[in-house]
């Protein structure tokens, strides 16, 4: 199973500001996703991380606000820009590939985020 | 459009008692794949099951247990002899892609045992 691992694990920021996030895989995945998830809510993917493309973003998300980079094939960021108190959630990193024996999809501890 | 449901909010029961967490889903992919994870109160999701909608057969690892029934669109969870330390939230999740595809979650059922 691939160990992920993130940081920063947990931050409080200021309202107007931006944060990255960095998830690191410990071996080469297919794909990478990211999610968050809202205080006692459950999880929503955010977007696609694509290795050397644009991410995929999912409906009610954006760019703009949620910008990603995924430079290779072990190592993505998600900024969350211009950050409100609507921000504050856990967001998570996962990593997944296709396979008869690797079909799955394991997940980082996340980063706790708090918006003031 | 994928939907995983999972109608049970909360669940309490005494150690040592079995407990059924439901998962319904809904899709209309022929080919689909289900799955199921633990996120205990420190926070990280720990990934427990996935079954393709190709394999009906039933799986059991020690406690724990899965139901999938097609006919019914469910995979239900079963905790057999729960410990203390099951306490958690458990999320059903729904892809069209296996591992390589986002995952669609259930809200969660909250999973409370009482020693």
């Known amino acids: 199973s691939a160990v992920i691992s993130q940081k920063p694990s947990r931050d409080i920021c200021q309202r107007g500001t931006s944060l990255t996030i960095q998830c690191q895989v410990d071996s080469q995945v297919t794909m990478m996703f990211w999610y968050r998830q809202q205080p006692g809510q459950s999880l929503t993917l955010i977007a696609t991380?694509?290795?050397?493309?644009?991410?995929?973003?999912e409906s009610g998300f954006v760019i703009d606000k949620f910008p990603i980079s995924r430079p290779n094939l072990t190592f993505s960021t998600l900024t969350v820009s211009n950050m409100s108190p609507e921000d504050s959630s856990i967001y998570l990193c996962s990593a997944g590939d296709r396979g008869v024996y690797t079909d799955t999809q394991y997940f980082g501890p996340g980063t706790r985020l708090t918006v003031l | 459009a994928q939907k995983v449901t999972q109608a049970q909010t909360e669940i309490s029961v005494v150690e040592k008692e079995d407990v059924t967490l439901d998962c319904v889903y809904e899709t209309r992919d022929t080919t689909y794949y289900l799955f199921w994870y633990k996120q205990p109160p420190s926070g990280e999701l720990v990934f427990l099951i996935r079954?393709?909608?190709?394999?009906?057969q039933n799986e059991i690892s020690g406690r724990y247990s899965w139901n999938f029934q097609k006919s019914t669109s469910s995979f239900n969870f079963t905790i057999t002899a729960s410990q203390v330390v099951d306490s958690a939230v458990y999320f059903c999740a729904l892809s069209a892609g296996g591992g390589a595809d986002g995952l669609t979650f259930g809200k969660g059922t909250h999973l409370i045992i009482q020693p």
């Open positions: 991380a694509n290795q050397g493309s644009e991410a995929t973003y």
């Open positions: 079954r393709n909608s190709f394999d009906e």
